[in-house]
């Protein structure tokens, strides 16, 4: 399995699933939007806001096509949003992490980010953390 990352504006997101979800997440003028290629067919969805470099990055959203699920997408598109930040020089990401779909529950997805070396914020509730 071959994953791709590609940049896209939300016009180039041809995945009516991931156009929806894009929609429905709203966006600031730091977000960026980018997709998960799987042979050309655009299988997930990031959405990190690239604030100025005194702030941590943040992680707005990962989001995977059911079918895609449990198959590494999630994992591939969080390595990608730690790698970005990294090249542009934050220290730290974060995200809140919460269930966008009925499939998963905000226990097990918490687990998910901490196993990926997530902490939650020190000062922020609801919030996770990551040094880069």
């Known amino acids: 399995m071959q994953l791709v ?17 894009s929609r429905i997440g709203g966006a600031t003028k730091f977000t960026e939007l980018f997709v998960a290629l799987l042979d050309s067919e655009q299988v997930g969805l990031l959405s990190i806001d690239f604030r100025p470099k005194s702030e941590p990055l943040e992680l707005y959203e990962i989001f995977v096509t059911r079918e895609c699920r449990q198959h590494g997408v999630g994992s591939f598109l969080l390595e990608q949003a730690e790698a970005l930040g990294r090249a542009r020089g934050y220290s730290s990401v974060i995200l809140k992490p919460h269930p966008l779909d009925t499939d998963q529950d905000k226990t097990s997805l918490v687990r998910w980010y901490r196993k990926r070396g997530y902490a939650m914020h020190k000062s922020i509730d609801d919030m996770m953390e990551k040094m880069l």
């Open 5 to 21: 990352l590609q940049k896209v504006t939300q016009k180039e997101i041809r995945s009516e699933v991931l156009r929806e979800r």
